[in-house]
């Protein structure tokens, strides 16, 4: 079997995900811009914007925006590349938010900042969407960057509507 899928999948709600299944790897996204090539002996995945997860051989492989990932052989041997960036793989929701929370608590307030951006980058419909928003907005707030703190409002108010945080930030955001 031959062919070639490009695909952009708005962000999906959680628990949701859209998935693309080859003869040897299989894609999962939940909100990104990619592309699958396959054919009888290679199948390939190339990410322009997102994340996706791709499962080969039983293990689960993350590619980010500009990684790619090739995998080739007879069903029952493929072969695996690497993704080509060499990065690190990336850390679960969880994972981000407790690193991401422990640097509040040590006072690291830019390095707090950047790791909620990456919950909602990496994981847009995930659990802790509201959370990382709301965080961010007071992070901003601490460091005297009121437009940015704006700004995470405002989404957070567009995308969770009936939040009680919201009621926390407003008051806030006043003064």
């Known amino acids: 079997m031959r062919g070639a899928l490009t695909a952009r999948v708005a962000p999906l709600a959680s628990g949701h995900s859209f998935e693309v299944s080859t003869a040897h790897l299989s ?49 029952d041997e493929p072969s695996v590349e690497a993704p080509h960036s060499g990065e690190e793989p990336i850390p679960s929701e969880t994972e981000l938010m407790r690193l991401a929370l ?54 957070l108010k567009r995308r969770f509507p009936e939040s009680r945080r919201l009621e926390t930030l407003e008051p806030r955001l006043r003064k």
């Open 102 to 155: 422990d640097a509040v608590a040590r006072g690291e307030l830019e390095q707090a900042a950047k790791l909620f951006q990456n919950v909602k980058a990496l994981y847009p419909g995930g659990d802790f969407t509201e959370d990382a928003l709301f965080h961010q907005a007071v992070i901003e707030l601490q460091r005297g960057h009121v437009a940015a703190a704006e700004s995470a409002y405002e989404e």
């Open 27 to 75: 894609v999962r996204v939940v909100g990104t811009r990619f592309t699958v090539l396959s054919d009888a002996r290679c199948s390939s995945v190339a990410v322009r914007e997102g994340t996706v997860f791709v499962e080969t051989e039983g293990a689960v492989v993350p590619l980010t925006e500009g990684q790619d990932l090739q995998v080739c052989g007879e069903q």
